[in-house]
Structures are given as C-alpha cells and as structure tokens.
C-alpha cells in the first residue's frame, strides 16, 4: 500500500511512495490550464498543496476516480476573499471514455477539467494502492 503519493505538474508525472520507496510512477494529464494553483470553479487547473486521497468512486464517469481533498480551509478562505466558489470534485481518474486517442496518446495532452487522469489500466495498477487517507501532495 502507498503511504504518499506526489504529483509534479511540472513533470506531468504521478509517483506512488512506501516508506520512501516508489512504488509506481506514472505519465499524467491534467486541467488545459496546468499551472498555477486552483483558485476557482472552472479555471481548468489542478490544486497545489497537500491533501489527503479520501474516498474511491467505482462509478466514475472516467473509468474509476480517488478523490482528492479539495478544496481545503485555505482554499475556501482565498476563494471567499476573491468572492468566487473555489470548485470541488478534484479526483485521480482514468480515460475519457469520449476519446477517440490510444490511451497512452491521450495522457500526452492535458484534458481534464483540473483532474489527474491516468489510463484506465494504469488505474487499475494504483486502485488496489491506495487507501482513504493516503495523503497526496500536489506540486508546481
């Protein structure tokens, strides 16, 4: 099981970690606004910080999804501050099922709407990983 996951945006890459070991990395997609911390609903970005992976949904729309904590108190408290909703819904998630790309083809394109999204069969390899509240870390 992973005790810490780090994505690097940066790198568009998604590292699985066990007592410091990896365990998996991955090739991600992100939001077609990649940089820059989330601030709003809409904004096509991926939060940065630090989060906890708090439950799994078989049901996903993209295949499978973990949800990640978002958005915590700061980031309410910044989206108060500007007055706009700071969005919610952030998950780790497989293909889109409307793709007519290859899987691997399609992680080269950032598509989601701020959401980390692997293939499905990279899914499947990270479902039985994670755990609730494994913690994420999410950096530029």
Partial sequence: ????????????????YQQNTVLASYQIALGDTPVGHKLQEGDQRTPQGRYLLDYKKLDSAY????????PNQADRLRAQAL??????????????PNSSL??????????????IA???????EIWPLISPGT???IWP
């Fill in 83 to 96: 007055g706009v909703s700071p969005g919610g819904q952030i998950m780790i998630h497989g293909q889109n």
């Fill in 1 to 16: 099981m992973a005790d810490l996951v780090v994505v690097d945006k940066s790198a568009r890459t998604m590292t699985l």
């Fill in 102 to 115: 290859p899987p691997k083809e399609q992680q080269q394109y950032n598509w989601t709407n701020g959401c």
């Fill in 118 to 124: 692997v293939t499905n069969a990279e899914m499947d």
């Fill in 135 to 137: 913690p994420i870390e």
């Fill in 63 to 70: 295949y499978r999804a973990i949800h990640i904590s978002y």
